[in-house]
């Protein structure tokens, strides 16, 4: 496997500087390469790299674990100083999102760089293929996509992104040091607009944006329901665009919307941005970063500031309003979150509230948010392991889409959904209408059905062995972290090799070992069924494995 020493940056802007201060944190020395200004001389030919160090520096949250680690970071310019890219294993691409302006600089790049050096784009929005198109074969097979997220050292996720010709054995090598050195959790994007966590975190806010004006529901409103109450960070929808960036929002949804390169073109395409949006961003709404956005922070007339929300059909400020919804106040009260969301969506026996706005909001929200996940299959992944990992590293989300419908209850939400005429992922159409199980569920990467209480004939080897309808069940139960209710199927089953504990789908990869919990890397991948058994168990020592 190849071994990463050094590192070189092309771009020092905010991702560009933060990727060489996370680098720098693993101990590795990274290059830090950018333009040289207009008329400049002498040292002031690195200014503005210099800059992108300096405000990686100041950033708050701190881009270095401790300031020393700078050192550790070494700044140039793309005139004097791209020939010592010969001396890195590994070269990172962060330039400004223009495909003619990354192929200029990466035609240099080529004829610098020593074969085999792995040389990767950080893109948000352009084909990652197309970039290096016409280059070299060795520049080729050495050229994939690498999404950080930002801030780089506090965001797990790193979408790796494969290119017909990319070398396996270097996209393993950088997945391997991502994982020791940089505690990346990696997942494996295809080459689409906004790849897999902007994709679908991207529809989902537009979505909510349009169920808002739809409803005639208030910032405080939608944020009250788009945040723990389903699992999502605290901060849920509009703080969090506070927080990242209402322009950086509008640059990854013109990835998808706009008329550029990269546009995604799918059956949700319709939705836009709303003009109260565009009015912030001619505003200067932007954020954290104006001190004003959705919401805005002003000095309260005790010791403590005032958070202020937007009224969004007339951008003015008003005092922030306690949402009131009788269902949500209830449901706080449940400590498991899928059980809360059933409550909420009044999947758990309940009848829904008369005149419940919260549990209709997240009715909609969520039915489009899976039929749409679902669809997405497999355009940019071939399986929901990888988007609700994607969506749990990069959007902070405690469940994925996928776990997060398991948990609502798949067979449940798709008959509701068909009775209320709604769209329905074409794939989960096909098993629905063909099985017609009691229950559905997502088992390692695609939709699986109990097959109880028929029963059926498995192989094992060359034998031939007749299952019962309750060996199916509970077969069923252990892969997809769901009974189906026919037998007694208890979830707490023991493998019999350890008394490892069998891990449900909200937590794959850990497993219970001597009272001590340990991560599993990429056990996804690895192995069939995630009850903690190592991977090559046999069935007769691993009842968990599965059979034919």
């Known amino acids: 496997m190849k071994r990463i020493h050094k590192v070189a940056v092309l771009g020092a802007g905010t991702m560009g500087a933060?990727?060489?201060?996370?680098?720098?944190?693993?101990?590795?020395?990274?290059?830090?390469?950018?333009?040289?200004?207009?008329?400049?001389?002498?040292?002031?030919?690195?200014?503005?790299?210099?800059?992108?160090?300096?405000?990686?520096?100041?950033?708050?949250?701190?881009?270095?674990?401790?300031?020393?680690?700078?050192?550790?970071?070494?700044?140039?310019?793309?005139?004097?100083?791209?020939?010592?890219?010969?001396?890195?294993?590994?070269?990172?691409?962060?330039?400004?999102?223009?495909?003619?302006?990354?192929?200029?600089?990466?035609?240099?790049?080529?004829?610098?760089?020593?074969?085999?050096?792995?040389?990767?784009?950080?893109?948000?929005?352009?084909?990652?293929?197309?970039?290096?198109?016409?280059?070299?074969?060795?520049?080729?097979?050495?050229?994939?996509?690498?999404?950080?997220?930002?801030?780089?050292?506090?965001?797990?996720?790193?979408?790796?992104?494969?290119?017909?010709?990319?070398?396996?054995?270097?996209?393993?090598?950088?997945?391997?040091?991502?994982?020791?050195?940089?505690?990346?959790?990696?997942?494996?994007?295809?080459?689409?607009?906004?790849?897999?966590?902007?994709?679908?975190?991207?529809f989902s806010v537009l979505n909510v944006m349009r169920l808002m004006q739809e409803m005639d529901m208030s910032v405080e409103e939608v944020d009250a329901l788009t945040g723990q109450a389903l699992g999502w960070p605290r901060s849920a929808t509009f703080r969090t665009i506070d927080m990242v960036g209402l322009d950086i929002l509008g640059h990854v949804v013109s990835n998808m919307t706009g008329a550029g390169v990269g546009q995604a073109i799918d059956e949700r395409s319709d939705?836009?941005?709303?003009?109260?949006?565009?009015?912030?961003?001619?505003?200067?709404?932007?954020?954290?970063?104006?001190?004003?956005?959705?919401?805005?922070?002003?000095?309260?007339?005790?010791?403590?500031?005032?958070?202020?929300?937007?009224?969004?059909?007339?951008?003015?400020?008003?005092?922030?309003?306690?949402?009131?919804?009788?269902?949500?106040?209830?449901?706080?009260?449940?400590?498991?979150?899928?059980?809360?969301?059933?409550?909420?969506?009044g999947l758990d026996g309940s009848s829904p509230q008369k005149g419940d706005q919260s549990g209709a909001?997240?009715?909609?929200?969520?039915?489009?948010?899976?039929?749409?996940?679902?669809?997405?299959?497999?355009?940019?992944?071939?399986?929901?392991?990888?988007?609700?990992?994607?969506?749990?590293?990069?959007?902070?989300?405690?469940?994925?889409?996928?776990?997060?419908?398991?948990?609502?209850?798949?067979?449940?939400?798709?008959?509701r959904m068909k009775k209320e005429g709604r769209p329905i992922a074409a794939n989960v159409e096909q098993l629905h209408r063909q099985l017609r199980p009691q229950v559905l569920g997502f088992v390692h990467g695609r939709l699986e059905a109990c097959r109880c209480p028929a029963g059926r004939v498995v192989r094992r080897g060359r034998e031939k062995i007749e299952r019962s309808g309750q060996e199916e069940c509970r077969s069923f139960a252990r892969r997809s972290g769901r009974g189906c209710g026919r037998h007694r199927v208890s979830l707490e089953d023991e493998c019999h090799r350890g008394g490892h504990r069998l891990a449900d789908h909200a937590n794959l990869e850990a497993r219970r070992s001597g009272g001590q919990l340990r991560r599993l890397r990429d056990h996804q991948r690895r192995a069939e069924f995630f009850c903690g058994c190592e991977p090559d168990a046999p069935a007769d020592v691993c009842p968990g494995r599965r059979m034919g």
């Not at 140039?76 to 600089?105: P, Q, T």
């Not at 202020?308 to 949402?323: F, S, V």
């Not at 929901?384 to 469940?399: S, T």
């Open 18 to 202: 933060r990727i060489a201060g996370h680098f720098a944190n693993a101990g590795v020395p990274a290059l830090l390469l950018d333009m040289v200004p207009p008329d400049a001389d002498g040292t002031a030919r690195n200014k503005i790299a210099a800059a992108g160090l300096e405000a990686a520096r100041k950033s708050k949250p701190a881009a270095f674990y401790e300031p020393s680690l700078a050192r550790l970071v070494t700044i140039g310019n793309f005139e004097d100083d791209l020939k010592r890219l010969a001396d890195v294993d590994w070269i990172v691409e962060a330039v400004v999102e223009n495909l003619e302006i990354k192929r200029s600089l990466l035609k240099k790049v080529e004829a610098i760089r020593k074969p085999g050096t792995i040389v990767t784009t950080n893109t948000s929005g352009l084909p990652v293929a197309k970039i290096a198109e016409g280059f070299s074969e060795d520049f080729r097979r050495s050229w994939f996509g690498t999404h950080f997220f930002n801030p780089p050292r506090y965001m797990r996720l790193l979408e790796l992104i494969p290119t017909p010709d990319a070398d396996r054995r270097l996209m393993e090598a950088v997945t391997h040091f991502c994982d020791t050195q940089l505690g990346k959790g990696v997942v494996l994007a295809k080459d689409t607009p906004n790849f897999i966590a902007n994709r679908i975190g991207t």
């Open 361 to 415: 909001f997240l009715w909609a929200a969520l039915s489009d948010l899976w039929a749409y996940s679902a669809n997405r299959i497999p355009e940019i992944s071939d399986s929901v392991v990888e988007i609700d990992r994607a969506m749990h590293l990069g959007f902070n989300w405690e469940l994925g889409p996928f776990q997060l419908w398991d948990a609502a209850g798949v067979e449940a939400t798709v008959r």
């Open 271 to 345: 939705l836009k941005l709303p003009e109260s949006y565009r009015q912030m961003l001619e505003r200067k709404f932007l954020g954290d970063k104006t001190k004003q956005g959705f919401y805005n922070k002003v000095k309260g007339e005790g010791a403590e500031d005032e958070r202020l929300a937007l009224d969004w059909k007339t951008l003015e400020y008003r005092p922030r309003r306690k949402p009131k919804f009788a269902a949500l106040e209830i449901a706080k009260n449940v400590e498991a979150t899928g059980a809360r969301v059933r409550m909420l969506l």
